[in-house]
């Protein structure tokens, strides 16, 4: 296994069928040279203003929107809301994770995630680092919960750690061993 889902999460794993491409693949991770986009069905309360225009976007076509993140090489354009800043374990849960804009020192770690609203209750997020439960701690920090997710759904995270939420990893794109350019979608 080349990397990782959360628990709960499900979607495109990549899996080496070798000790050398598993070495090469997650140094590609490692480097970020990785696209990795999820699908998620959210509700949403007291979100940011700019965020609020996003979401009043109706029915964008989901092929379309990732065929146009491909053509551009995977880099986002204005029509993703870019959430920039630290994640860090939360001190009230521990099972938890937390996001604030700030470095606050030790154990802060750099989270660079994209987001695009389909529609009112669907979003695709591309992240560009790979923190644990960065998804679901850069959601809950701008008022947005992933369906299913318990553990998320309330600042205290009484609910635990859920089997399922309704978050999929539906678009894994990388250069392989050979340089050609793949791109897998589910």
Not at 60 to 67: G, W
Not at 138 to 149: A, F, K, M, P, R
Request: glycine share 8%.
């Amino acid at each position: 296994m080349v990397h990782r889902l959360d628990k709960g999460v499900s979607g495109l794993v990549l899996f080496a069928k070798t000790f050398e491409s598993q070495k090469f693949f997650q140094k590609k991770f490692e480097n970020r040279e990785v696209a990795k986009v999820y699908i998620a069905d959210v509700t949403y309360k007291n979100i940011p203003n700019e965020l609020k225009k996003l979401f009043e976007v109706k029915n964008i076509d989901i092929n379309e929107a990732l065929e146009k993140l491909e053509k551009g090489d995977f880099v986002c354009d204005d029509t993703w809301y870019k959430v920039e800043g630290y994640i860090y374990r939360s001190n009230g849960n521990r099972m938890k994770m937390k996001f604030n804009h700030e470095n606050r020192g030790k154990g802060y770690r750099y989270s660079l995630t994209y987001i695009k609203p389909l529609n009112n209750h669907q979003i695709l997020v591309k992240i560009e680092t790979g923190r644990m439960h960065q998804i679901r701690a850069s959601l809950e920090y701008l008022g947005i919960n992933i369906v299913g997710d318990t553990l998320y759904e309330s600042f205290s995270g009484k609910g635990g750690i859920p089997e399922e939420i309704s978050l999929r990893a539906i678009l894994l794109g990388f250069e392989d061993m050979q340089g050609e350019r793949k791109v897998f979608r589910l």
